[in-house]
């Protein structure tokens, strides 16, 4: 069964809106968790690394003030898009490992955003 | 960012027949990962390999671990419709955890 939830799984709205998507470790802890995007067709590209108690790491290119992470508990981490635009509609994953050295990432159904 | 070099891009095959696909690196990696995305959803993980040269199998599926650990291979035998779907290698190594992803390999299969 799933590892990782996601929610929520899919969101439409007008443009200019904040939309807060959360990502929730089922059954085991997750100090960290990752937040990929994904274009039609493309590969997943990561936006940043979730830290629980601690601020993300962005990865170069992607806007800190537009894409507000919060990893508050050791089973949540959300990403907010903020004052979103139609070119911020994709589809966005997350993952967590379990804890230990080398232990893959599992990763939620995703959310497909649509803006308006 | 960075991706890995997979190949072939795309594929369309027979019910029945083997696929093979593979990934390259110009880095080392200390753990290859094989995913399967299904559309609208996130991607599900078919094998961990975490020694170089290491074999794995899990049911159908068989992939290594490149000796080199710059690459990867996952085999396919005797595929099934619900086989289709995009396939993508992940290399884990370096600072936090982070997944390198492959460009993706598309599956089709055919009656």
């Known amino acids: 069964g799933a590892v990782v939830s996601q929610h929520p799984s899919w969101v439409i709205c007008k443009s200019g809106t904040s939309v807060k998507i959360e990502c929730r470790s089922l059954?085991?802890?997750?100090?960290?968790m990752f937040w990929y995007r994904q274009f039609p067709k493309q590969s997943l590209m990561l936006m940043a690394t979730?830290?629980?108690?601690?601020?993300?790491?962005?990865e170069q290119g992607v806007e800190k003030d537009k894409f507000l992470i919060n990893h508050a508990s050791l089973t949540l981490s959300t990403l907010t898009v903020t004052s979103a635009h139609p070119e911020d509609s994709s589809f966005y994953i997350c993952?967590?490992?379990?804890?230990?050295?080398?232990?893959?990432?599992?990763f939620g159904d995703g959310t497909r955003l649509s803006i308006l | 960012g960075q991706q890995l070099n997979q190949s072939p891009q795309s594929m369309f095959i027979q019910e029945g027949e083997d696929v093979s696909m593979n990934c390259t690196s110009s880095?080392?990696?200390?753990?290859w990962l094989w995913y399967k995305q299904d559309p609208g959803e996130g991607p599900v993980l078919l094998i961990a390999?975490?020694?170089?040269?290491e074999l794995t199998s899990n049911g159908r599926l068989t992939a290594q671990f490149g000796i080199t650990r710059k690459d990867s291979f996952l085999n396919i035998s005797a595929s099934i419709p619900s086989d289709v779907g995009i396939y993508f290698c992940?290399?884990?190594?370096?600072?936090?955890?982070?997944?390198?992803f492959g460009t993706g390999t598309r599956l089709q299969v055919t009656l």
């Open positions: 993952s967590a490992p379990r804890t230990g050295t080398n232990q893959p990432q599992h």
């Open positions: 059954d085991f802890q997750a100090t960290t």
């Open positions: 979730s830290n629980e108690g601690s601020k993300a790491t962005y």
């Open positions: 880095s080392i990696f200390n753990t």
């Open positions: 390999l975490y020694k170089a040269g």
């Open positions: 992940a290399g884990l190594g370096g600072t936090a955890s982070k997944l390198t």
